[in-house]
């Protein structure tokens, strides 16, 4: 079982990043994706999440209108695409499959499987 989470780098406050999270090695049929965040010194927290089928999205309020999920039709890679970056969007990104409840996607601990990370980061 993995999660391949790739697509970070060094980019400009105001500009674009899409991090991608392959999944492999098993069938993920109805996992739910969520993408965290951790900068240094910070607990990991909620960017956002989408279910098996791709119709519930939800995002953290710090990245609402600027970030936005998708999965392919395979259900196999789901995309963060990042706009509007700022400097206090710099941390590793990991991507979680998990099977959360509403009430509990945004807890890590909800997620069974994690990808290794990638960073961002985004200056001034």
């Known amino acids: 079982v993995q999660l391949q989470a790739s697509g970070g780098g060094l980019v400009q406050a105001g500009g674009s990043l899409r991090l991608s999270c392959a999944a492999s090695g098993r069938t993920f049929s109805n996992y739910g994706m969520g993408w965290f965040r951790q900068a240094p010194g910070k607990e990991r927290e909620f960017v956002a999440h989408t279910s098996w089928t791709g119709n519930r999205l939800y995002y953290a309020d710090s990245v609402k209108g600027r970030f936005a999920l998708s999965r392919d039709s395979a259900k196999t890679t789901v995309y963060l695409q990042m706009n509007s970056l700022k400097p206090e969007d710099t941390a590793v990104y990991y991507c979680?499959?998990?099977?959360?409840?509403?009430?509990?996607?945004?807890?890590?601990?909800?997620?069974?499987?994690w990808g290794q990370g990638t960073l961002v980061t985004v200056s001034s």
């Open positions: 979680g499959a998990g099977r959360p409840i509403t009430s509990s996607i945004r807890s890590p601990r909800s997620y069974y499987y």
